[in-house]
């Protein structure tokens, strides 16, 4: 009923940047909080960057100041505005949800997209 459909990403130069977008479809109402997860090859997943739907946001060490997170709360969309974009970077970046309410239900658990993947050449 609820999917997270994550887009933007792709093969760019060191020092570039991408915009990803991840929408969440279904009979949604709310969407407490919504962010970012990346794996790269040979890591574990982690946090990237997340923002509640009052604005307060969280990021990770590595990524703070030259990534931005933002949200359209009509259409449901989280984004993520990468700058001077580093090898170390190259990861499958994940969509998360979590607090979902839908016309039916209101989930303790959380939603994930299947991920984009951003490869950064040097």
């Known amino acids: 009923q609820v999917q997270l459909v994550e887009s933007g990403g792709g093969l760019v130069q060191a020092g570039e940047s991408l915009r990803l977008s991840c929408e969440a479809t279904g009979s949604i109402i709310n969407l407490n909080v919504m962010g970012w997860y990346r794996q790269a090859p040979g890591k574990e997943r982690e946090l990237v960057a997340i923002?509640?739907?009052?604005?307060?946001?969280n990021y990770a060490d590595s990524v703070r100041g030259r990534f931005t997170i933002s949200r359209d709360y009509t259409k449901n969309t989280v984004y993520l505005q990468m700058d001077s974009l580093k090898s170390e970077d190259t990861a499958v970046y994940y969509c998360n949800s979590v607090g979902v309410w839908t016309s039916t239900d209101l989930y303790a658990e959380a939603f994930w997209g299947k991920g984009t993947l951003v490869t950064v050449s040097s």
């Open positions: 923002m509640s739907r009052g604005g307060s946001t």
